[in-house]
C-alpha cells in the first residue's frame, strides 16, 4: 500500500514510501522499517479526515505513517495491521459518534432554516392526517377553551331559549347520552327556524327550535343528539376547525391563546363546518350505540331521515353541514334490524313536539 | 493528464513575480488578474472549470462550478497556453507585497491545502479542487479554514504569502498555534483545527485574533506575516471617508460571507 512516512532523519515532507499491511514492513528508496505491533497511536488524517495516521515512538524519535487516499483508509479499515484491531475499533466508535453528532447540528441549522416552509408545506400535503393527528393531542383544557370561546363570540347572533319544555327535554336527553363521558356537556336551545344543529369542542351542542319542531317524536330529537355528541366524542369539530383555520389555528392551540380573531373565526366556521362521509358514519354508528346504552330507541334515528325528506322545500341546513345520503338511512336502518332486543322505554316527553 | 513540467524564475524581493517558461505545446493555469506579461506565441484562454482532467461530463463540471461558486471564487480559469515553436514566457505577479512560494507538489506527495485567495498560477494539469474542514467547530468559528482551496497533482503550484514567509516544518505531534489568517498553505497530513480562544462578545464585535488555527505535526506549513484581510483592516481604517468595512480575520462566518474575489 502507498503511504506516508514522517520521522527521524526523513524528509520533513514525508517520503513515499511502500507498506506491506500484513508484515508491516514499510519500504522507501534509501532505507525500511517496521510498524510496530504494540504502543501505537491511531487517529483520522487529512484536511477532509478521510485517511488515517498510524504513529509511534522509538528512540530515535516519532513516527508517523499516513494514508491519505480514501480508498486505502478504507481497505485498512477493513483490515486492520496486525496487533492494531483495538485502536481501530476504537477509533470507529468515535468517529461514528463525531459524524452523529456532526450530522445533528447541520440538520438542526437547517431544520430551523427550513422549518416554516417545511410545515407549510406538510399542512397542505397531508391535512387531514395532520388535522387528525394535531386534534388528538390538544388537551382538553385547550378543547373547552376553545369551544367555549367560540360560544362567546356567536352568543351575540343567538336567541338563547334555555327555558322551557323542549330545552329540559334537549338537557335530560343530553344528559342521558352523555353518561361517563370525559367532557362536561352543555346543550343550548337556540331560537331559529332552519333546521339545524351543531357541536363545538369541548362539549357544546346547540339545538334550533326549527329542528326541534321538525321532529315527530323524541327519540328523533335523542338521534340527532346522539349524532351530533358522537361529533364531539370523535374530535371531528376539533379536526375539522383545525383543518380549516389551518396553521393558525394550531399555533392559537399550541400557545394556549384561543381568544380574540381564532375565537370569531372559529365561531363563524363552526357554523358552516360540514363533516366529511366517514365522520358522519362514523358519528351515526357511535351515536346509535350510545343511544342503545342509554336505553332510548335508536329507530328515532333513521326515522329523522324520513321526516328530513317530508319536509317541504328547500334542503334543510343540516343536511348541508351533515352531508346525508340515502346510504346513511339504510345503514341505520340495516342496523337496527340487527337489534334484538327491542322494547324499549318511550320518552316522557308528550305531548311532541312541546309548545315553545 | 500529465503534467506540465515547467521552468520558472521569481523576480523581486518584497514585491515578486514568477516568470514561467513553457515549453511549445505547454500550458500553465492562473488567476486572470494576475497575469503580468506575455511573451509571443503564449495565448490566453479562459475555460470552465480548471482545466484537469478531473472535471469530467457535464454534472462534474457543474459540481466544480457550484463549488466554486460556494467558495466566492471565479467560475472561469485562464489558460496560458504556448502555441508557438518555441519557448515562450508568461509572468504572474503576485497581488500585493510578499513572497511568492514554489511548491512541487511532488514532494509533499501531490496535495496542497491552501488558503483560497493564495494561490497564483500552476502547470497545467494541477487541479483547483476544494476542501471542506470536516470538523464543526471550523465550521461554527472560522469561515476562514473551513472552506480551503486543494491543489492536486505532481506539477508546480504557486502561491503567494503576503509579508514575511515562514516555512515551518513540524515532527509528528508537534503542535503550532496561528491565527488563522496567517495560515497559506499545509500539507494535508497536517491536522488543521480552528480553535475559539476569547469572549463571544468580543468576537462579534472585533473578530481580531480570537480565532486560533491550531496545526499538528507531521508535515510542512507555510505561514505569511501579513494577510491580505490584516493589511487591508489597517488601509481602510486609515481612511474612513472611503466607507469601506471592516473584515475580523476570524470573525463568525466571515471568510464564509466576505467575497473579495472581484
Ligand atoms: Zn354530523
Same mark, same amino acid.
Not at chain 1, 514522517?6 to 515532507?13: I, M, V
Not at chain 2, 488558503?115 to 497564483?120: A, I, N, V, W
Given at each position: 500500500m502507498q503511504a506516508r512516512l514522517?520521522?527521524? !532523519?526523513?524528509?520533513? &515532507?514525508g517520503q513515499a514510501c511502500e507498506w506491506q499491511t500484513d508484515s508491516g514492513r514499510i519500504q522507501w528508496a534509501g532505507g525500511e522499517t517496521r510498524l510496530p505491533s504494540t504502543g501505537g497511536a491511531l487517529r483520522s488524517a487529512g484536511f477532509d479526515l478521510a485517511g488515517l495516521e498510524l504513529s509511534w515512538a522509538d528512540d530515535a524519535g516519532r513516527w508517523a505513517l499516513q494514508v491519505?487516499?480514501? @480508498?486505502?483508509?478504507?481497505?485498512?479499515?477493513?483490515?486492520?495491521?496486525?496487533? $492494531?484491531?483495538? @485502536?481501530? %475499533?476504537?477509533? %470507529?466508535?468515535t468517529t461514528r459518534r463525531h459524524r452523529k453528532g456532526r450530522a445533528l447540528g447541520w440538520s438542526a441549522l437547517a431544520l430551523f432554516l427550513a422549518a416554516p416552509l417545511l410545515l407549510l408545506a406538510g399542512f397542505f400535503a397531508f391535512?387531514?392526517?395532520? &388535522? !387528525? $393527528?394535531? @386534534?388528538?393531542?390538544?388537551?382538553?383544557a385547550q378543547e373547552e377553551a376553545l369551544g367555549e370561546a367560540s360560544f362567546r363570540a356567536m352568543q351575540a347572533s343567538l336567541k338563547l331559549r334555555d327555558e322551557g319544555e323542549a330545552a329540559r327535554a334537549v338537557r335530560e336527553i343530553g344528559s342521558r347520552l352523555t353518561q361517563g363521558s370525559a367532557y362536561r356537556y352543555r346543550f343550548h336551545v337556540?331560537?331559529?327556524? %332552519?333546521?339545524? @344543529?351543531?357541536?363545538?369542542? !369541548?362539549?357544546?351542542v346547540v339545538v334550533h327550535s326549527g329542528l326541534i319542531n321538525a321532529t315527530r317524536t323524541p327519540e328523533e330529537l335523542a338521534g340527532v343528539l346522539a349524532h351530533e355528541v358522537q361529533h364531539i366524542e370523535l374530535r371531528h369539530s376539533l379536526k375539522g376547525l383545525i383543518k380549516q383555520a389551518g396553521l393558525s389555528a394550531v399555533w392559537a392551540l399550541a400557545t394556549g391563546d384561543v381568544g380574540g380573531a381564532l375565537a370569531g373565526e372559529a365561531a363563524q366556521r363552526m357554523m358552516s363546518l360540514s363533516f366529511s362521509r366517514d365522520a358522519e358514519r362514523e358519528a351515526d354508528n357511535a351515536g346509535f350505540e350510545a343511544l342503545l346504552r342509554a336505553g332510548i330507541d335508536p329507530a328515532g334515528m333513521p326515522a329523522f331521515f324520513d321526516t328530513l325528506a317530508k319536509q317541504a322545500g328547500s334542503a334543510p341546513e343540516l343536511l348541508s353541514t351533515h352531508p346525508a345520503s340515502e346510504a346513511r338511512r339504510d345503514a341505520l336502518a340495516g342496523r337496527l334490524s340487527s337489534v334484538t332486543n327491542r322494547r324499549f322505554e318511550p320518552l316522557p316527553y308528550r305531548p311532541w313536539p312541546p309548545a315553545p | 493528464m500529465a503534467m506540465d513540467v515547467v521552468d520558472y524564475e521569481i523576480f523581486g524581493n518584497e514585491m515578486q513575480y514568477v516568470e514561467v517558461e513553457l515549453d511549445p505545446g505547454e =500550458? =500553465?493555469?492562473? *488567476?486572470?488578474?494576475?497575469?503580468?506579461l506575455m511573451e509571443d506565441g503564449i495565448q490566453m484562454d479562459t475555460i470552465f472549470g480548471d482545466g484537469s482532467a478531473q472535471q469530467g461530463g457535464l454534472f462534474g463540471k457543474l459540481l466544480g462550478a457550484g463549488k466554486r461558486l460556494l467558495t466566492g471564487e471565479s467560475l472561469f480559469t485562464t489558460i496560458f497556453h504556448n502555441e508557438g515553436r518555441n519557448k515562450s514566457r508568461v509572468a504572474f505577479a503576485a497581488p500585493y507585497p510578499g513572497k511568492i512560494v514554489p511548491v512541487d507538489l511532488t514532494t509533499v506527495g501531490g496535495t496542497l491545502i491552501c488558503? #483560497?485567495?493564495?494561490?497564483?498560477c500552476a502547470a497545467r494539469g494541477v487541479s483547483l479542487g476544494i476542501a471542506f474542514n470536516r470538523k464543526l467547530g471550523t465550521?461554527?468559528?472560522?469561515? *476562514?479554514?473551513?472552506?480551503?482551496?486543494?491543489? *492536486?497533482?505532481?506539477?508546480m503550484a504557486f502561491v503567494h504569502a503576503g509579508g514575511t514567509l515562514a516555512v515551518r516544518d513540524l515532527a509528528p505531534g508537534e503542535v503550532l498555534r496561528v491565527d488563522t489568517g496567517c495560515v497559506v498553505a499545509f500539507q494535508p497530513s497536517v491536522d488543521f483545527d480552528i480553535q475559539?480562544?476569547?469572549?463571544? #462578545?468580543?468576537?462579534?464585535?472585533?473578530? *481580531?485574533?480570537?480565532?486560533?488555527?491550531?496545526?499538528?505535526?507531521?508535515?510542512?506549513?507555510?505561514?505569511?506575516? /501579513?494577510?491580505?484581510?490584516? /493589511?487591508a483592516n489597517r488601509i481602510v481604517m486609515a481612511a474612513p471617508a472611503a466607507g469601506g468595512q471592516s473584515r475580523g480575520e476570524g470573525s463568525l462566518l466571515g471568510g464564509l460571507l466576505d467575497g473579495d474575489n472581484e
Open positions: 514522517f520521522g527521524p !532523519g526523513l524528509p520533513a &515532507a491519505l487516499a480514501a @480508498a486505502d483508509a478504507t481497505t485498512l479499515r477493513a483490515t486492520p495491521p496486525a496487533g $492494531w484491531e483495538e @485502536a481501530f %475499533a476504537q477509533l %470507529a466508535g391535512s387531514d392526517g395532520i &388535522a !387528525g $393527528w394535531i @386534534a388528538q393531542r390538544v388537551p382538553q337556540v331560537e331559529d327556524k %332552519a333546521i339545524n @344543529a351543531f357541536a363545538m369542542p !369541548g362539549g357544546i | =500550458a =500553465a493555469i492562473g *488567476e486572470a488578474g494576475a497575469m503580468m488558503q #483560497k485567495d493564495s494561490f497564483l465550521g461554527l468559528f472560522g469561515g *476562514e479554514g473551513f472552506i480551503m482551496q486543494k491543489l *492536486e497533482g505532481d506539477g475559539y480562544v476569547g469572549k463571544l #462578545k468580543s468576537a462579534l464585535f472585533s473578530g *481580531e485574533g480570537l480565532f486560533f488555527a491550531t496545526l499538528r505535526g507531521p508535515g510542512r506549513v507555510w505561514l505569511q506575516s /501579513l494577510p491580505l484581510s490584516r /493589511l
